[in-house]
């Protein structure tokens, strides 16, 4: 079974400051994570992924997040944040052994203060 | 196509009515999913396919929920005798899983409204 922990349900920043989203992950076999956002009436899309290969992963729109294993961490972060980074991100996790269906954390809405 | 093909974006059903979601995956992708969104919180996991053929359907009540995906068609999802509580954004997604390609592409979502 594999399941994903998002801590926060809101983080609140500051245009210009950094931005850290936490997500844990749990699953008995190799996992795949994600980074998927969210924009108001949107459906989802992806920021970035580890499928096993760095352990610091680079997305879309200046994201990185790194794969600790020892941790069972997959943090979400960005040295700036922009207005145009409120959303919702949700980190996803899926089996990297035969289901793929992945499993999403309750999400965080990150809210950019001027 | 190029993307997850999602129809309608709206939908509205007084209770007790007949709600049917169609998706139409990206084309070469075996995989799709679908999950419902309450309230922009958590994504439920409903059901998953493997071409034609049901994958994972845990996550389905299956009093009033059913899904299809037959060959040459777009996937569906119908929902009889919907209730208040069906209320949601039903996400369908599609994935061809490999080496190089592990994720899931979304559509946009098609939003029920139960009255």
């Known amino acids: 079974a594999q399941s994903v922990t998002q801590l926060g349900s809101h983080v609140s920043v500051s245009e210009g400051a950094l931005v850290l989203l936490r997500c844990n992950y749990s699953s008995s076999v190799p996992p795949y994570l994600f980074w998927y956002v969210q924009y108001p009436n949107q459906g989802l899309q992806l920021l970035l992924k580890?499928?096993?290969?760095?352990?610091l992963v680079k997305g879309i729109n200046g994201f990185e997040a790194e794969f600790k294993k020892s941790e069972t961490s997959f943090h979400l972060t960005k040295p700036s944040a922009h207005m145009s980074d409120a959303a919702e991100y949700f980190c996803a996790v899926s089996d990297s052994w035969g289901s793929y269906i992945p499993t999403f954390g309750r999400g965080t809405s990150l809210i950019v203060h001027p | 196509g190029e993307e997850v093909a999602q129809t309608p974006k709206h939908l509205v059903r007084g209770e007790g009515q007949k709600a049917k979601l169609y998706c139409a995956p990206i084309?070469?992708?075996?995989?799709v999913f679908w999950y419902q969104q309450v309230l922009k919180n958590e994504f439920k996991f409903l059901i998953s396919?493997?071409?034609?053929?049901?994958?994972?359907e845990t996550g389905m009540p299956k009093e009033r929920f059913s899904a299809k995906c037959l060959p040459n068609s777009p996937c569906s999802l119908e929902i009889q005798a919907t209730k208040l509580e069906d209320s949601a954004v039903y996400f369908c997604a599609s994935s061809q899983p490999s080496q190089r390609n592990t994720e899931a592409f979304f559509g946009q979502g098609t939003r029920l409204t139960v009255v």
């Open positions: 580890y499928t096993s290969a760095a352990t």
């Open positions: 084309k070469g992708h075996s995989y």
């Open positions: 396919f493997q071409n034609e053929n049901v994958f994972d």
